[in-house]
């Protein structure tokens, strides 16, 4: 019965290559959003998603793409993958889009190599 | 753009009592949000101030002054498990809910 939940736990990989986390979320909320948490705990918001469609796309590299093929999923594919994107994702959702608490999944620790 | 501003690390001992202070500046100011996040977790919500005052909930209280742009949460009878980090959150007016993070206090509780 977990509520937001994430695979893979853990990805390490090589510079350059495309990598793909999904994140699912059982609470019935219209909002999604990727967070990358750096090496210095520093918790920054990516992009959001309300009911399939992106509202929120802060200044990420394009070789993020996030995809929601329902309100319940919000996956990140991350293509040519970089030292610096090292870091802990965390997907979250909310009831909506105009505020309230967020509940967040477990994180991806993505590690380039 | 916001700025958010939190201490980095404090420390306590067991059954103390500690307060982490927030300021924040902000373009449009729309409620603050205190999370808790133990080492390799995800964050958790603890609290949410939007109107000036107090809110509490068990050992944890959270104050907002909007005048101030400051914000506190307060633990009360501290345990162990409460060494964590302590984010403080605040939500823009814009027609998005977008929350903005401060950097995080890390709180340790030692015997």
């Known amino acids: 019965d977990t509520a937001v939940s994430q695979t893979p736990k853990y990805l390490v990989t090589q510079m350059g290559n495309d990598k793909s986390i999904k994140c699912e979320q059982n609470?019935?909320?219209?909002?999604m959003y990727w967070y990358k948490q750096d090496s210095k705990k520093f918790l920054k918001i990516m992009f959001s998603y309300n009911n399939k469609e992106l509202i929120i796309n802060e200044t990420v590299p394009n070789r993020f793409s996030p995809k929601s093929p329902d309100k319940a999923h919000l996956n990140l594919h991350i293509n040519s993958l970089e030292l610096g994107d090292s870091a802990v994702y965390f997907c979250a959702s909310s009831q909506d889009h105009s505020g309230g608490e967020q509940f967040f999944g477990p994180g991806t620790r993505l590690t380039v190599l | 753009g916001q700025n958010i501003d939190q201490p980095t690390e404090m420390t306590a001992t067991e059954g103390a009592i500690v307060q982490i202070n927030c300021t924040y500046q902000?373009?449009?100011?729309?409620?603050l949000f205190w999370y808790q996040q133990h080492a390799g977790e995800a964050p958790t919500f603890l609290s949410y101030?939007?109107?000036?005052g107090l809110e509490e909930k068990g050992r944890f209280s959270s104050f907002l002054s909007r005048s101030k742009g400051y914000s506190y949460l307060l633990l009360k009878e501290l345990q162990m498990k409460d060494s964590a980090s302590y984010l403080c959150?605040?939500?823009?007016?814009?027609?998005?809910?977008?929350?903005?993070f401060g950097k995080g206090t890390m709180l340790l509780v030692s015997p």
């Open positions: 101030n939007v109107l000036d």
């Open positions: 959150a605040v939500r823009d007016f814009s027609g998005y809910s977008t929350l903005t």
């Open positions: 902000t373009s449009g100011f729309n409620g």
């Open positions: 609470l019935g909320h219209d909002t």
